[in-house]
């Protein structure tokens, strides 16, 4: 895909797909990586929490209702936040096949605020549709999403599910997801169209980077297996929070590190 075709497809629609851009072994890397960190602190140690500290820059945030199947801690979790503050996940929150691609679309300073280790267990629900600049109140916008696919997502495991040239949009109101297993702040977009969606079916290695605008849900896992994923956040350098009340409701989920800075900002 050229920079050109990016370009274009960032402005059209807010999304593309790059294929094979992170080796599968690095995707297994990544996902090895964090499995050692949850079962190293498991939720079983922090009963009755949506959100634990389990390190000094990483939080675990359990299922409300885990996989059926669950067997071993990592079973039991639904997001890991701020593994790219060290070790694998931060090697490619830095590497250049990423920051490149970012850069060409949000400038050469940039910073990564934000990762969330997305796993989908088997049997347990999706998200619901919304924008993630409804979450992300800061003084710059936008930010863009990378979404690391570390396994297959199908329609069967839950995939993503997009609505192609909705970033071209407000941010939409969000109602609370009223799902009796619904996690901890999960809210939903339930206004607007949403018959083009399309499924964004990838493999392991694939990325998707997408507008922090954009409309994205995803569907309940009613296969076998999992669908893991590291998704990374990313915005202009200097972006803050909008007001202090936001800055600590952030603060939990939030770890920003420098990931580019051009010769003029570092002069």
């Known amino acids: ?15 593309f797909v790059i294929r094979g851009l992170i080796s599968p072994a690095e995707a297994k890397a990544v996902e090895d990586e964090v499995i050692a960190r949850i079962r190293a602190n498991p939720p079983e140690r922090h ?3 949506t959100l ?3 390190g000094p820059d990483y939080a675990i945030f359990p299922e409300k209702e885990p996989s059926p199947s669950a067997v071993n801690p990592e079973d039991r979790i639904a997001k890991v936040f701020n593994c790219h503050a060290e070790g ?8 250049d096949a990423v920051a490149d691609v970012v850069a060409d679309l949000l400038g050469p300073d940039l910073d990564c605020f934000q990762s969330q280790f997305i796993f989908k267990n088997p049997g347990v629900i999706g998200q619901p549709w919304h924008q993630d600049s ?12 990378v979404w690391l696919a570390l396994s297959r997502a199908t329609l069967e495991n839950g995939c993503l599910w997009v609505l192609p040239g909705s970033h071209r949009g407000p941010i939409h109101e969000h109602v609370p997801d009223r799902r009796p297993a619904a996690n901890r702040a999960y809210t939903e977009i339930v206004s607007e169209d ?14 998707l980077f997408f507008h922090s605008y954009l409309m994205h849900m995803s569907t309940d896992n009613v296969a076998d297996e999992r669908r893991a994923a590291m998704v990374y956040h990313y915005a202009r350098a ?4 909008i007001g202090a ?16 800075r051009s010769q003029a900002e570092a002069a």
């Open 1 to 15: 895909m050229t920079v050109d075709e990016r370009r274009a497809a960032w402005n059209e629609k807010g999304f």
């Open 47 to 49: 009963p009755g929490e």
């Open 52 to 54: 634990y500290q389990a």
């Open 88 to 95: 694998m996940t931060r090697r490619i929150a830095e590497c």
């Open 134 to 145: 409804y979450y992300f109140r800061f003084d710059r916008q936008p930010q863009v999403g």
């Open 194 to 207: 949403d018959s083009a969606r399309e499924p964004a079916l990838m493999e392991p290695g694939d990325v």
């Open 238 to 241: 200097g972006t803050r929070p």
């Open 245 to 260: 009340d936001v800055a600590a409701q952030l603060a939990p989920v939030n770890r920003w590190i420098p990931v580019r």
